[in-house]
């Protein structure tokens, strides 16, 4: 079964310092794997994929990520955080079926000034 | 342009009560569509999708179902509401790998 861990439910950050947020799954197929960001009382926003190719993936907001298969890792990046990144991230991971998509169980931003 | 609309935004309903949640999705045909829930602290659970009109897949044995009378359109009911029941739901339209729209939410409180 896929499945997806994301560690720490809290990360803090300042304005300006790097955002580092984790992901690792497992998948007993090629992995699809995404990071979307909700903000308060929104749905949520894609913000990058990984489905196959370069396994550095640029997203929108200055976010990236990088699948790392030795690592079963998914991890999200910024280099500069801004007031404005402050929400929850959710990263996921395609499910067994081709139409199941899992979320892990989030991780909230918050960026201090 | 492809949307998708869901309402109500918010829900405040008595336990024992019915609940119907409405999704309906604009600028495409077939869609997959998913209903989500978002319980306070928790991260996001697959309740149900459908591939077709009348095609429901149940993913957590629950008080709720759900039901694709349309193509475009996907609604989550309740004949009895819990207080478990309270939470954030999220419908949204997805082909895997390609595309993912999710609708604004509903915050639903069972009182």
């Known amino acids: 079964a896929q499945s997806v861990t994301q560690l720490g439910s809290h990360v803090s950050v300042s304005e300006g310092a790097l955002v580092l947020l984790r992901c690792n799954y497992s998948?007993?197929?090629?992995?699809?794997l995404f990071w979307y960001v909700q903000y308060p009382n929104q749905g949520l926003q894609l913000l990058l994929k990984?489905?196959?190719?370069?396994?550095l993936v640029k997203g929108i907001n200055g976010f990236e990520a990088e699948f790392k298969k030795s690592e079963t890792s998914f991890h999200l990046t910024k280099p500069s955080a801004h007031m404005s990144d402050a929400a929850e991230y959710f990263c996921?991971?395609?499910?067994?079926?081709?139409?199941?998509?899992?979320f892990g169980s989030g991780t909230r931003l918050l960026v201090r000034p | 342009s492809q949307t998708i609309h869901q309402w109500p935004a918010t829900l405040v309903q008595p336990v024992g009560s019915p609940l119907s949640l409405e999704c309906t999705v604009e600028?495409?045909?077939?869609?997959?569509l998913y209903w989500y829930r978002q319980a306070a602290g928790r991260g996001l659970q697959l309740l149900f999708y459908?591939?077709?009109?009348?095609?429901i897949s149940s993913e957590v044995p629950q008080n709720l179902s759900a039901s694709r009378p349309q193509d475009r359109q996907f609604i989550l009911s309740s004949k009895k509401l819990l207080l478990s029941d309270s939470g954030f739901y999220l419908c949204?339209?997805?082909?895997?790998?390609?595309?993912?729209?999710f609708g604004q939410g509903t915050r639903l409180t069972v009182v």
């Open positions: 600028g495409t045909s077939n869609p997959n």
């Open positions: 949204a339209w997805i082909n895997i790998g390609v595309s993912a729209f």
């Open positions: 996921a991971v395609r499910g067994d079926s081709s139409y199941k998509l899992i």
């Open positions: 998948s007993s197929v090629p992995p699809y």
């Open positions: 459908s591939v077709g009109i009348g095609q």
């Open positions: 990984y489905t196959t190719g370069a396994t």
